[in-house]
């Protein structure tokens, strides 16, 4: 042993980097970030960004060429009654889903942020999870046949007598249906029920992180619990609803798989970009269409930033 | 002597909080048992103890956030079990502050008599003269983030206040600030609440907050209380072994030693500040009881050195003295007044 305070410069190439980078936390840093920043900048913004750009070029009707010169013409297509279609009813659809799946994501999840404890806690994750364990198909295909004519939920109204309530809500106009799962309610429940736990995780993050000395101060401070409810627990945790709807939004503004295997043949956009890609070929058309949800979650968070709801980030 | 009972007579129109029989458990653990105390209203009471004593979950009970588990507690007379805490007029400075982090100061403030329906210009204007109450006019408009320790401590004291309430509770409210903060916060709240004259209840584990602030005392240990009494009972009377040692430093001399400096045989304590080095020539004055003692440390502490010393068998007594240029096994002579023992009960 040395009786040497500082210890040799030992060899080993490891040692050496470890040396080296302890002098040099920047460079430590641009080596821990350049392989994302690579990843994210290059093949994902910038793929995303050439895909992007096509929505400015233009399509030859006859040869179906691509026309590579900067031009509105594709952009102004989806101001056409039938693409325009698709948008309204797609941003319609996630609103209704992002809507209902809120109402029913945040007393579950208000449950088990407050009150579910150790064993509880842990059955509300399995409970919330379990849905994402099985495949996505599997889950909408298993939906078409609860919604089938023959299928359960039929069956059972047929049971309880209720059959006459089961016709009635498939003879709302447009909404409804032969039966549900060929209507709007068919897809909107596949939707809702796929996208719901994106929707209760971060809410009931969110309302974990509600400090309990708050929800104690505003019913000492003569709070009644609706009153603490809504000016203090409601605020704090505003942001956790935000991202799960921002979750679920985008997730059915982009879904074609649910409105093809179960709803009425209406389009919705991801089915309109995997078409025009696809068979039709138009890919400056598929290029606008993918605009168009970007541009609504933009315009969705401004809104959402507008209103206070991160405030209290 | 005080019996086991502190319950000062006080008739039922003096009182702000009464515990009868109090207890609250958490399953097996009785955080607190079986208390019984009588608060006098316009008196700045202070609960002391070591965490886990109780004296934070007493707090809670005043302000509703625990239920007791049996027993009876009255607020101004009124019986205060089953009561949520937002129909108490009780308020509480957090240990922590606890603002709202999504609203400014004002808004903090004005929580209080928002959510009692006073009207906002009224609200506005009450909490305004709060802030002026604790120094912080003109601050209203600033978030909680962006004010200093001191600061939010003061906001918590206004929204606390602004709510005129019969019993204000703090728990260790002067726990999070630096020691020179502190000592001026001290002096404010004492002033303020002679200002005021409403009952202040605060916990604390810092013994020199509770003596310097308190009219009265009470000294929780185990979920009981051992002790009330004002700060001067507590500190030269201890009734209880653990009394002694908790408040101050006091030396706790045996049975066995007691007797040797001619009292009974039963624990007693003494301050170090109470005892004298002897030089070699002084002889010990009459009731001054004397002992040979050996250096066994020496801690410089600035205005006094505690010198820690042996003396006859294993009895250790600290003692502090000015600067004496001491040394470690240094011999010397100790002496104090008879009449500055405090003899204790029989228990321990």
Known sequence: MSDHVISDARGGLFRRISDWIFRRPNAFLILLFLPPLLWLGVVYIGSLLALLAHAFFSIDEFSGFIIYEPTLSTIAQLFNPANFDVILRTVLMAAA???????????????????????????????VMLPLWSSYLVKVYSWKLILAKEGIIS?????????????????????????????????????????????ILPTQAALERVPANLIEASSDLGGTPGQTFRHVIWPLALPGLIAGSIFTFSLTLGDYIVPQIVGSSAFYLGQAVYTLQGTAGNIPLAAA???????IMFVYLSIAKRMGAFNAL | MFGRDFKMTLSNATVAVRFQDVSRHFGNVRAVDAVDLDIARGEFFAMLGPSGSGKTTCLRLIAGFEQPTSGHIEIFGETAEGVPPYRRAVNTVFQDYALFPHMNVLDNVAYGLMVKGVDRNQRLAKSEEALKLVALAGYGSRKPGQLSGGQRQRVALARALVNEPKVLLLDEPLGALDLKLREQMQVELKSLQRKLGITFIFVTHDQGEALSMADRVAIFNEGRIVQVGRPEDVYERPQTRFVADFVGSSNVLSPDFTKACGLG????????????????????????????????????????????????????????????????????????????????????
């Open chain 1, 97 to 127: 889903v992002t809507i209902a799946a809120a109402i029913i994501a945040y007393p579950f999840a208000y449950f088990a942020a407050r009150y579910a404890k150790g064993k509880w806690k842990a059955l509300f994750y399995i409970l």
């Open chain 1, 289 to 295: 269409f993918t605009v168009v949800p970007i541009l």
């Open chain 2, 265 to 348: 045989a039963n624990w007693s304590s003494l301050r170090p500040e109470k005892i004298r080095v002897l030089s070699a020539k002084e002889k010990a004055a009459r009731d001054v009881v004397s002992f040979p003692a050996q250096v066994t440390s020496v801690h410089y502490q600035g205005a006094i050195t505690r010198i820690n010393t042996r003396v006859k068998g294993d009895q250790v007594l600290s003692v502090s003295a000015p600067a004496a240029g001491l040394a470690l096994g240094d011999k010397l002579t100790l002496a104090w007044p008879r009449s500055a023992m405090h003899v204790m009960g029989g228990e321990a």
């Open chain 1, 155 to 199: 069956w059972v109204a047929a049971k309880l007598h209720l059959t006459w309530l089961l016709d009635a809500l498939l003879a709302t106009p447009v909404l409804g249906g032969p039966s549900l799962s060929i209507s709007y309610f068919g897809t909107f429940i596949v939707f809702v029920y796929i996208w719901l736990p994106f929707m």
